[in-house]
């Protein structure tokens, strides 16, 4: 308990010598700042089955996953969009995508064009790199042994 107070005064310090005109950053990215990744591809973290279905048209088809039967899955053409009791789980855009949109930006699809749009990765894993902004991650899957982007995921943090 004692160390959540020091915490809290810590906080309360710092956010006490920011100056009264500082502000929220601004929702889109500007010339040199890292995209927020409020949305990939025009989908957000926040979406259900019914927003998917007006921002990209209905499915290819809907399947259940095989290793997670609790995720139902919306196939559409270069992206596979889950759900967990009607709740968004991930966007996975595949990685013979040509192009991807973060917060309405259109960029290649490629891992070079993605570290310029937001920078060095947060995190490295054996699987790839993740880029992390507040609760929203968007990783690139590469093949460690070629090196060639397999998949691009945009998920929440709570999904990890």
């Not at 502000?23 to 989908?43: F, I």
């Amino acid at each position: 308990m004692k160390n959540i107070i020091l915490i809290g005064c810590l906080l309360g310090a710092l956010v006490s010598q920011l100056p009264a005109s500082a502000s929220m950053p601004p929702l889109q990215a500007s010339k040199g700042e890292p995209y927020p990744l409020h949305s990939v591809n025009g989908l957000t973290l926040d979406d259900d089955p019914a927003a998917v279905a007006d921002k990209l048209g209905q499915p290819q088809s809907v399947v259940q996953d095989e290793w997670l039967p609790e995720l139902q899955v919306y196939e559409y053409p270069d992206m596979d969009i889950a759900f967990r009791d009607g709740w968004f789980d991930y966007v996975e855009i595949a990685g013979g995508a040509n192009k991807l949109q973060i917060d309405d930006n259109e960029l290649s699809a490629t891992e070079a064009a993605i570290k310029e749009a937001l920078g060095e990765p947060d995190f490295i894993a054996e699987d790839g790199i993740v880029f992390q902004r507040g609760e929203a991650l968007l990783k690139l899957f590469i093949d460690p042994d070629t090196g060639k982007l397999q998949s691009i995921a945009y998920y929440h943090i709570a999904s990890v």
